[in-house]
């Protein structure tokens, strides 16, 4: 039915679903428990001492349910657990553990290889170009009418 051409934002999706579905497969073959798109994006934001589930929120551009859920998911299985905020009794902060700083770090080398495998089937001189492209200041969305 649709002839045109994807768009970037297409595009985008596309490739960030090579890269989760890359990541996904390599961290499961590897014997690691599987963790999806939501948590980890979770663990792309948490700061080193502690994130509240709302800052996290804020943060992914989600609501407050979606990360409690995607947290005690990732509590479930080890890798974060919550605690006490020090500078408000109110509050808890959600942080990583020795085993998720395990698990992190294991994702983070397999990112760096699939990112090598791109370069080896597109080129290393289309990856350093995207990532140069993808790096640029974009600026706020633009109010186009």
Not at 3 to 14: F, G, I, M, Y
């Amino acid at each position: 039915m649709n002839d045109t051409p994807p768009n970037v934002p297409q595009l985008l999706a596309s490739a960030k679903r090579w890269f989760d579905d890359a990541l996904e497969q390599s961290m499961r073959d590897s014997g690691e428990q599987p963790v999806t798109v939501a948590q980890a994006a979770v663990f792309a934001n948490l700061d080193a001492r502690g994130t509240s589930v709302a800052e996290l929120a804020r943060r992914i551009g989600t609501t407050r349910q979606s990360v409690h859920q995607a947290v005690h998911g990732l509590i479930a299985i080890g890798l974060l657990e919550q605690v006490d905020d020090p500078t408000s009794a109110r509050s808890r902060l959600v942080r990583v553990t020795d085993e998720g700083h395990r698990v992190h770090s294991k994702a983070l080398s397999t990112i760096d290889a699939i990112e090598r495998e791109l370069a080896t089937r597109i080129g290393e001189d289309a990856v350093t170009a995207l990532r140069t492209a993808l790096d640029q200041p974009w600026g706020g969305p633009p109010l186009i009418r």
